[in-house]
């Protein structure tokens, strides 16, 4: 109990340190919104997944296709202005990380604020296509990734660039993967005076969700390492085609479920992580 204590009154020292440095409560409320709104595109991309797994549907499952879906319901378009100014929120505070260091002991560790600094730039690409979106843009992830990719094969050394890209989305799969399943994310939550069926619950989204959001990075990656081997654009996929791609597996169509449902999980996850999260 007194170690219990100890750890949570560390926290509420560490939260009120944060929120006076540079950015504080501000930062604070931009990781909040972005990771609530990173919950939206996983939970429905998820569901769509499931809809396709079980029904063939022609919909897509990815963020395009998620976006889609939201647009079709009621207040629709200001739903998905919503979820992009929260992902713009969610690119401004891996920039504060970057700039001024992350929650943590090891927060102000010059790794720690590169990949923080790699977040930024994904986030902000992240941003910029649920915007477009929002602004009439409405091609499709699968469309983007290879026209991407044959613009990169197209430079000097463009085979080397796309492997070393598709390698790297890879290992980062396998990266998210082994975390999760090593439930490192608990040190990034601040759950003092949550009861345990919480913790566990959380604990579950954070493995399963995380599994499965690591599995498709690393199919992700893999199309990509292909498709610098064959120098052929058309062999890079996007998150949907690499979704339907589990469907040819010999486990057939449910082992697309199981990943799509693992991806709605990690949505709730995202979810849990904009309550807990020390930030």
């Known amino acids: 109990m007194r170690i219990q204590a100890a750890r949570e009154g560390a926290d509420a020292v560490s939260r009120g340190a944060r929120t006076a440095a540079p950015g504080g409560r501000g930062r604070e409320i931009t990781a909040r919104c972005g990771l609530s709104a990173r919950g939206v595109l996983y939970l429905l991309t998820g569901f769509l997944a499931v809809r396709i797994a079980l029904s ?21 378009s200001v739903l998905v202005w919503a979820v992009g100014l929260g992902l713009v929120g969610m690119a401004l505070w891996r920039l504060a990380e970057a700039l001024f260091g992350a929650a943590g002991p090891d927060g102000d560790k010059p ?17 910029y296509s649920v915007l477009t979106f929002s602004a009439g843009a409405r091609r499709s992830g699968d469309e983007q990734s290879r026209d991407a990719t044959a613009k990169a094969l197209e430079l000097a050394a463009g085979q080397w660039l796309v492997g070393a890209a598709g390698l790297g989305i890879g290992i980062a799969g396998v990266v998210i993967a082994v975390q999760a399943a ?5 040190k990034h939550l601040s759950m003092g005076g949550t009861s345990a069926r919480w913790r566990k619950a959380v604990d579950f989204l954070g493995v399963s969700g995380g599994l499965a959001r690591g599995t498709v990075g690393i199919a992700a990656g893999g199309f990509l390492v292909f ?4 120098y052929d654009p058309a062999e890079a996929k996007g998150v949907d085609d690499t979704l339907r791609s589990f469907t040819t597996t010999p486990a057939g169509p449910w082992l697309l479920v199981v990943v799509a449902v693992g991806l709605g999980l990690f949505g709730l996850f995202s979810w849990a992580m904009a309550r807990w999260r020390k930030v």
């Open 182 to 186: 090593r439930l490192t994310f608990r």
């Open 111 to 127: 790794l720690k604020r590169v990949a923080s600094a790699a977040r930024f730039v994904f986030y902000s690409v992240v941003a």
């Open 56 to 76: 063939g549907s022609g919909e897509e499952a990815d963020r395009q296709g998620a976006l889609q879906e939201l647009a079709e319901k009621p207040f629709g």
């Open 227 to 230: 498709a610098a081997l064959r």
